[in-house]
């Protein structure tokens, strides 16, 4: 519960940061650990979670993330039109993760440029924990740019996928403290603590996880320890601000949303900006910049109509 709020608080100044005109939220589906879930009993709940979203009347609108599928989506949407992230065939954007993935790469290159000069990731070296959905994109994404990958993961499974892309294996700890030059976190978030931190040799941290901090307290000690941190909600925006595009008036269209995903860099430079201007951590700079934005007034999206499943109860 406590991350969870936590997550709507990051999702608040996610879409502000990026500019968007949209609030922040997030929902959650949580179920006895003892209880076995079944297709039924998933498709079971997916109805109940779409119901709650429904009887917010718009003011929330739910979107594929971790431990879900646009397949879920489809189930959601046959009781709430208030869903996103749709397959292209029934008039959404289709799974956000490509597109996160393509946020934190952009990331990665302006910390580069900030902390070597070059944001060219040719011959850099990152480990990525994490090869799920967004950080198995990421890695690839990295691999085919010219960095020298180091991959974890609690799966085991999930070294194949880093053997194909020429990664050496370590366990998520060991990776965290390698001798890299990025150090990209897409698991779960609270991974930067007291006791990570010092341990840390990357100069530079960038990657899709949300809440990576264990709390606020510990950017200043990433800043004392002269480590480049960028904002989790500023760096991982890809997939919300596709999905923004597909709530345009004028529909869903892949090229503005790779040309809006872009723009992170943008962004994140002048949070960078900012921040060594006043002598303040990224995340200062990058909050005080939210709060800006959420003062300023603003329109609410044009909701364009798309296909929907039936509807059933």
């Known amino acids: 519960m406590r991350d969870a709020l936590r997550l709507s608080r990051a999702m608040t100044f996610k879409n502000a940061v990026a500019d968007l005109p949209l609030g922040g939220g997030k929902g959650v589906i949580m179920l006895p650990p003892d209880r076995a879930v079944?297709?039924?009993?998933?498709?079971?709940?997916?109805?109940?979670?779409?119901?709650?979203?429904?009887?917010?009347d718009g003011r929330y609108v739910t979107a594929e993330d971790v431990g879900t599928s646009a397949r879920d989506m489809t189930v959601i949407a046959g009781q709430?039109?208030?869903?996103?992230?749709?397959?292209?065939?029934?008039?959404?954007?289709?799974?956000?993760?490509?597109?996160?993935?393509?946020?934190v790469q952009v990331a990665i290159e302006v910390s580069c440029g900030q902390v070597f000069g070059s944001a060219t990731l040719k011959g850099r070296t990152v480990a990525?924990?994490?090869?799920?959905?967004?950080?198995?994109?990421?890695?690839?994404?990295?691999?085919?740019?010219?960095?020298?990958?180091?991959a974890a993961d609690v799966n085991p499974d999930r070294r194949v996928l880093a053997d194909d892309l020429g990664a050496r294996w370590m366990t998520p700890e060991r990776a965290l403290s390698a001798d890299v030059d990025v150090v990209a976190p897409c698991a779960l978030g609270g991974v930067l603590d007291d006791e990570t931190v010092p341990a840390l040799r990357a100069p530079v941290v960038a990657g899709a996880a949300n809440n990576q901090l264990a709390d606020d307290r510990i950017a200043d000690l990433l800043h004392d320890r002269g480590i480049l941190w960028?904002?989790?909600?500023?760096?991982?925006?890809?997939?919300?601000?596709?999905?923004?595009?597909?709530?345009?008036?004028g529909g869903y269209d892949p090229k503005r949303a790779r040309e809006k995903v872009r723009r992170i860099g943008d962004t994140l430079a002048e949070v960078y900006g900012n921040a060594s201007a006043i002598g303040a951590t990224p995340l200062t700079a990058a909050m005080e910049l939210a709060r800006r934005r959420l003062t300023r007034p603003q329109a609410p999206p044009a909701r364009r109509q798309v296909r929907r499943a039936p509807r059933s109860r």
């Open 38 to 56: 079944t297709p039924k009993r998933r498709r079971e709940v997916l109805r109940d979670f779409g119901d709650a979203v429904d009887a917010l």
């Open 80 to 103: 709430t039109r208030h869903v996103s992230g749709l397959s292209r065939r029934s008039g959404g954007s289709g799974d956000p993760s490509p597109w996160t993935a393509l946020g």
């Open 128 to 150: 990525v924990i994490g090869l799920g959905n967004v950080g198995g994109r990421l890695a690839a994404r990295l691999a085919k740019a010219g960095a020298t990958l180091v």
């Open 230 to 249: 960028a904002p989790d909600f500023v760096a991982n925006a890809g997939g919300i601000v596709n999905i923004s595009v597909e709530l345009e008036p």
